[in-house]
């Protein structure tokens, strides 16, 4: 299984981004998918996720802000950001948590390869 995460770059405060992210390989289900993010000299942090079933849940400060959607026959999920502000910046990491494929039992975590986000002040 392999995540591609697409959608970064630099942006003025207050625009908007979108990020996408692609899982393909033998995917049976993904039961959560999500997007966290590393800024610099800073822990990696949830920023949302999303299950199969459409729940949703954010960090406090991008609430009213972002919005996570996730089609699950395509097995994408994308992050549309709003109102960006300068303490956005950071890495953003696409995940897919609890995957079960068609040639493996049980299931597995994976993470993409993270595209950077970048808000100017």
């Known amino acids: 299984v392999q995540l591609q995460a697409s959608g970064g770059g630099l942006v003025q405060a207050g625009g908007s981004l979108r990020l996408s992210c692609a899982a393909s390989g033998s995917i049976f289900r993904i039961d959560v998918m999500g997007w966290y993010r590393r800024a610099p000299g800073k822990q990696r942090e949830l920023v949302a996720t999303i299950t199969s079933g459409g729940g949703t849940n954010y960090k406090d400060s991008v609430k009213g802000r972002f919005t996570i959607s996730r089609d699950n026959a395509k097995n994408t999920v994308s992050l549309q950001m709003n109102s960006l502000k300068p303490e956005d910046t950071a890495v953003y990491y696409c995940?897919?948590?609890?995957?079960?494929?068609?040639?493996?039992?049980?299931?597995?975590?994976?993470w993409g390869q993270g595209t950077q986000v970048t808000v100017s002040s």
């Open positions: 995940n897919a948590e609890r995957v079960m494929t068609w040639d493996t039992r049980g299931s597995s975590d994976y």
